[in-house]
């Protein structure tokens, strides 16, 4: 009972963090074809790219947060490993993401 909560609490934190960067996608996609093709400066590149980059470091936190979960069901050495080296890997790109979107400020 508890293993399916967590399992589908996982896959749910997984599918929202997927969305968000999905969302942030589209919305960057639109804003840039306006900009481009019709040329209506709601925003510049940057304010674009600033907004993509957080919704990928906000997205990025809800996959972390998946991942944690999925590994308290069955934590064997293997799965450990593996969600340290993907928390490691997704943290850096937050890290430097975040960076990245200060300097715009």
Do not use: C, W
């Not at 996608?25 to 674009?48: A, C, Q, W």
């Not at 943290?91 to 300097?103: A, D, H, M, P, R």
Request: no cysteine; proline share 2%.
């Amino acid at each position: 009972m508890l293993e399916e909560f967590i399992d589908i609490s996982s896959l749910i934190f997984a599918y929202i963090g997927a969305a968000i960067i999905i969302y942030g996608g589209i919305i960057s996609t639109i804003k840039t074809f306006n900009l481009e093709f019709r040329r209506m400066p709601v925003m510049g590149y940057h304010d674009i790219r600033r907004d993509f980059t957080h919704k990928i470091v906000f997205g990025l936190d809800f996959l972390i947060a998946g991942d944690i979960l999925q590994t308290i069901i069955a934590p064997s050495q293997e799965e450990i490993i593996l969600l340290g080296t993907i928390v490691g890997i997704r943290t850096i790109l937050g890290y430097f993401l975040g960076k990245e979107v200060s300097q715009f400020e």
